[in-house]
């Protein structure tokens, strides 16, 4: 089953669903004010995935993959907190929606054939000099940044109790954009901001836990810095052989 037309658009109209969910949230006043930037964030993340898909971008297909894959896990994750809480089982049928939806899109844009557009395209492989091994290591970093960039902008923006913790998390979610952007460029200085980010997520986790906080508030920075971490994964052992040989 090839189908790559139809699978890309219907790809796109789930990314452009949610894009218009999270922004109408926003501007009809639904969710709290202090949650406003966190749904704007949100929203970005969806309209770039869309935008990328229709546009052809050589990383679409990856990030698209990443951002469905982490609504998945979100869905699932919450239904996991919900077993054993009937005040919330209303909101069951959504959280199946959001990620059947999201695996949906997920499926349509896996494969071989459906990388014939994107990735699949010699032209950007030849102008970032990379070969096949280098384009499966950059595909499986951009996938993790796509899963992991919604849950570092929920918890840059979520409200935090020390203003501390809320500017390491947006210097986080700074070094994740830029990281992001040098990623696809081919920048090795990409891989290592993103760590970085990862790096601080994660020692943000731990001072959540230090703090009292409950595991599930902590487990959002600590999941983003732990996929922000292994999105660097694929590339540490050329870095490595590369600064052994110049040794």
């Known amino acids: 089953m090839k189908l790559v037309g139809e699978r890309r658009a219907l790809a796109s109209v789930v990314f452009a669903f949610y894009f218009l969910v999270h922004l109408m949230l926003v501007l009809m006043g639904m969710v709290p ?33 990443g951002v469905g894959l982490y609504g998945v896990i979100s869905a699932a994750v919450s239904l996991w907190v919900m077993r054993g809480k009937p005040e919330l089982e209303d909101a069951m049928p959504i959280l199946l929606f959001l990620g059947g939806t999201h695996l949906v899109a997920t499926l349509a844009l896996w494969g071989s054939a459906m990388s014939e557009p994107y990735d699949g395209q010699t032209a950007w492989r030849e102008k970032l000099h990379m070969d096949d091994s280098a384009v499966q290591r950059l595909g499986r ?107």
């Open 33 to 65: 004010p202090e949650l406003d930037k966190a749904m704007l964030g949100i929203a970005g993340v969806y309209g770039l995935a869309f935008f990328s898909l229709v546009a052809g971008y050589f990383w679409a297909r990856w990030y698209a993959v």
């Open 141 to 247: 970093s951009v996938i993790r940044a796509g899963v992991s960039l919604p849950l570092v902008i929920m918890y840059a923006f979520a409200p935090k109790p020390q203003m501390a913790s809320t500017l390491i998390a947006l210097l986080a979610l700074g070094l994740t954009a830029a990281g992001f952007r040098a990623l696809i460029k081919a920048k090795t200085w990409g891989v290592l901001v993103i760590g970085a980010a990862g790096s601080l997520l994660i020692a943000l986790a731990g001072a959540d836990i230090m703090m009292g906080a409950e595991d599930v508030y902590a487990l959002r920075p600590a999941l983003a810095g732990s996929l922000l971490l292994a999105a660097v994964a694929p590339f540490c052992a050329p870095i490595a052989r590369f600064v052994t040989d110049r040794r």
